[in-house]
């Protein structure tokens, strides 16, 4: 059901992004203070909203469309704000494309495998890629000018998330690599099984004759 607790946290990242845009739209050193703390809440509800699922046995056909598009939603909302407000320098543009072009990668294998039932499942490696891509982007959003309205302004906070998110961009281009490859091997074993010639019919037997 919707209503469900995991299901409430996987909404509440989508219902996040509305009020992560208008703080970074502040460009207040609080504002992307708290841009952070929006942003990491949201994306810890992607780690309980399984964990609450498998344990209370209660995993969804809803919950399962609804998790992966709920975190692509909120990964895409944070790049486009961090380049569209200037946040990233012209190099770390190149691991944002990256990981941005692997999200609709594996939308779109997704959409396709569903089509012939075939599941991707995720895999360890993916799930350490999601949680320093995550740990980037909370980094990215929260900048220097967070790290000065708190008093660590001795920290490089802008550097430390590019350089996370160069990271999850190799893992990005793995990961992504690893999927490619299994979608393309169950799409040509679906289209060899539906060039096979289908069984002959069985014929009834004679009935005897007296």
């Given at each position: 059901?919707p209503?469900?607790?995991?299901?409430?946290?996987?909404?509440?990242r989508?219902?996040?992004?509305?009020?992560?845009?208008?703080?970074?739209?502040?460009?207040?050193?609080?504002?992307?203070?708290?841009?952070?703390?929006?942003?990491?809440?949201?994306?810890?509800?992607?780690?309980?909203?399984?964990?609450?699922?498998r344990?209370?046995?209660?995993?969804?056909?809803?919950?399962?469309?609804?998790?992966?598009?709920?975190?692509?939603?909120?990964?895409?909302?944070?790049?486009?704000?961090?380049?569209?407000?200037?946040?990233?320098?012209?190099?770390?543009?190149?691991?944002?494309?990256?990981?941005?072009?692997?999200?609709?990668?594996?939308?779109?294998?997704?959409?396709?495998?569903?089509g012939?039932?075939?599941?991707?499942?995720?895999?360890?490696?993916?799930?350490?890629?999601?949680?320093?891509?995550?740990?980037?982007?909370?980094?990215?959003?929260?900048?220097?000018t967070?790290?000065?309205?708190?008093?660590?302004?001795?920290?490089p906070?802008?550097?430390?998330?590019?350089?996370m998110?160069?990271?999850?961009?190799?893992?990005?281009?793995?990961?992504?690599?690893?999927?490619?490859?299994?979608?393309?091997?169950?799409?040509?074993?679906?289209?060899?099984?539906?060039?096979?010639?289908?069984?002959?019919?069985?014929?009834?037997?004679?009935?005897?004759?007296?």
């Amino acid at each position: 059901m919707p209503t469900d607790l995991p299901n409430l946290l996987t909404l509440s990242r989508i219902a996040a992004i509305p009020l992560l845009v208008a703080l970074v739209a502040l460009r207040h050193p609080w504002g992307d203070v708290f841009a952070c703390v929006v942003f990491s809440a949201a994306a810890i509800t992607d780690y309980f909203d399984g964990k609450i699922a498998r344990e209370r046995r209660t995993v969804s056909g809803f919950g399962r469309m609804l998790d992966p598009i709920a975190d692509k939603l909120l990964v895409g909302a944070a790049l486009m704000l961090l380049a569209g407000m200037g946040r990233l320098s012209d190099a770390a543009l190149y691991p944002a494309i990256v990981v941005l072009l692997r999200e609709i990668l594996v939308s779109g294998l997704r959409e396709y495998l569903a089509g012939i039932r075939v599941g991707l499942p995720v895999t360890r490696l993916a799930k350490w890629k999601t949680g320093l891509q995550m740990g980037a982007l909370g980094t990215l959003l929260a900048g220097d000018t967070a790290a000065m309205a708190l008093h660590l302004s001795f920290l490089p906070v802008s550097l430390i998330g590019e350089a996370m998110l160069w990271a999850a961009a190799a893992l990005t281009l793995v990961t992504g690599w690893d999927y490619l490859t299994a979608g393309l091997r169950h799409a040509a074993e679906h289209d060899a099984a539906a060039r096979e010639p289908p069984p002959p019919a069985k014929r009834d037997p004679e009935p005897l004759r007296p």
